[in-house]
Every structure is written in structure tokens, then in C-alpha cells.
């Protein structure tokens, strides 16, 4: 989607490093989302937001923190990364409940 | 606590029709979709149906819900080389707006 763009696209870094991914929305969606994919599970929650500094934990939030400072952006930060979070991570957003999520284009981060 | 499942694989010749099926556990789900992936792409919206629904059709998609056996499938008529890609099955959380995604189905087209 246009409207939502992530960066970085691809990144790698070293254990115990921390990284930081930012999701960019230009829809002034109120909900915002980071997924996880990794074979074999499909997409996996980790963090989302329904509002500014408005957040809560997925299934698989150990490790991550997120933080929402305004609307169009929603950070995801590993403090620590460990070789378990080498993924490709999703940003999705809405604007209201009831409608379809839509996706970023992914970004791929290797952790070695 | 929630579940989708969807078979890993599906392989067809291009012309035919691929049917794509889901089970899912949330009886409270409100809208249940389906999202594509090329490869290297992000997860593109492909359609969606209401719970109170029992069919929908897009163009060559075709969605049927059978609320009482919570079983979702996705068909594709005519199906071409550019329908290769990963198909994901997701069910919201009713007053959440978070979705349950299965594993995905990979669908294969031969020419």
C-alpha cells in the first residue's frame, strides 16, 4: 500500500545490538500493527496501537517494545537482538475496528 | 485461544479452478479475509466476508462461509500463471480489531 511505507527494508546486525523499525502512515489510521513472519506460523502479532501512546501486547511480545509518539508512526525496537528474532517484520494499519488491515512491504532483518 | 488452519500446498494447471479452505475456531469472529503474497511483497487485501454472510463473489474470487462447521474457503475460477503466491486466511477478534492468521497456503500454477 502507498500509504504505508517501512524502513528500514532490510537490515543486518550482530547480537545483543539494538535495532529500531519504523512504520510510516500517511491515512491518519487510528490502528497500527507489527507482525512477525516465519515459516511454518503465517504472520504472528507482536505489538499494536490503537491511538497515541495507546498500546498493547501480541502473542509474541517478549523482546519488543513499541512506542507511538504520533499518529503516523509506530517504532518497533528489539533492545537486545538474538539470532530467534532474525524474521521479516510487517506493519499493517486501520482506520477503523471494523476495517481490513493493509500491509507494508516488509522488512527483512537478519540477526547474526 | 484462537486457531486458523489451512493446508500448506496446492498445485493446479493454469484454467482451472483452485480452491483454497480454512478452519477457524472463534465462533464470535466478525469478518473473516483473505490477503496474497508475492514473493518479497507485503500481504495485499484480497477480500473479505461478514460473519452473517454465506457467499460473496469479486470477480473471479468466490468466498463461502459455513459458520456452523467454521469453515471458510477461498475459489478462484480460471486460474493464471499470476495467481502464484501465498494465500492467508485471517479471522478478526471481535472487539479487538486484531486479526489470526493461518500458516498460509502456497498455491502453485502450472502452465
Known amino acids: 500500500d502507498a500509504g504505508i511505507t517501512q524502513s528500514p527494508r532490510h537490515k543486518v546486525t550482530e547480537t545483543g545490538t539494538p535495532v529500531t523499525l519504523r512504520c510510516h502512515q500517511t491515512?491518519?489510521?487510528?490502528?497500527m500493527y507489527w507482525y512477525r513472519q516465519d515459516p511454518g506460523h503465517g504472520l504472528r502479532l507482536i505489538h499494536y496501537?490503537?491511538?497515541?501512546?495507546?498500546?498493547d501486547k501480541g502473542e509474541v511480545s517478549d523482546g519488543y517494545s513499541v512506542s507511538r509518539s504520533k499518529t503516523e508512526d509506530f517504532l518497533l525496537t528489539l533492545e537486545s537482538a538474538t539470532s530467534s528474532q532474525t524474521s521479516v517484520y510487517f506493519c499493517?494499519?486501520?482506520?477503523?475496528?471494523?476495517?481490513?488491515?493493509?500491509f507494508g512491504d516488509g522488512t527483512r532483518l537478519s540477526i547474526l | 485461544g484462537e486457531d486458523v488452519e489451512q493446508s500448506l500446498f496446492l498445485s493446479v494447471r493454469e484454467g482451472d479452478s483452485s480452491v483454497i479452505n480454512c478452519t477457524y475456531t472463534d465462533s464470535s469472529s466478525t469478518y473473516l479475509y483473505w490477503y496474497k503474497q508475492e514473493p518479497g511483497a507485503g500481504l495485499q487485501l484480497l477480500t473479505y466476508i461478514f460473519s452473517n454472510m454465506d457467499m460473496k463473489q469479486d470477480q473471479r474470487l468466490t468466498v463461502l462461509l459455513n459458520k456452523k462447521d467454521k469453515h471458510l474457503s477461498l475459489r478462484i475460477a480460471d486460474t493464471q500463471t499470476g495467481d502464484s503466491a501465498i494465500y492467508f486466511c485471517?479471522?478478526?477478534?471481535?472487539?479487538?480489531?486484531?486479526?489470526?492468521f493461518g500458516q498460509g497456503t502456497t498455491l502453485q500454477v502450472k502452465p
Open positions: 491515512e491518519n489510521h487510528r490502528y
Open positions: 496501537s490503537y491511538g497515541v501512546k495507546d498500546t
Open positions: 499493517a494499519m486501520k482506520g477503523d475496528i471494523n476495517q481490513p488491515q493493509h
Open positions: 485471517a479471522e478478526s477478534i471481535e472487539g479487538t480489531g486484531k486479526l489470526i
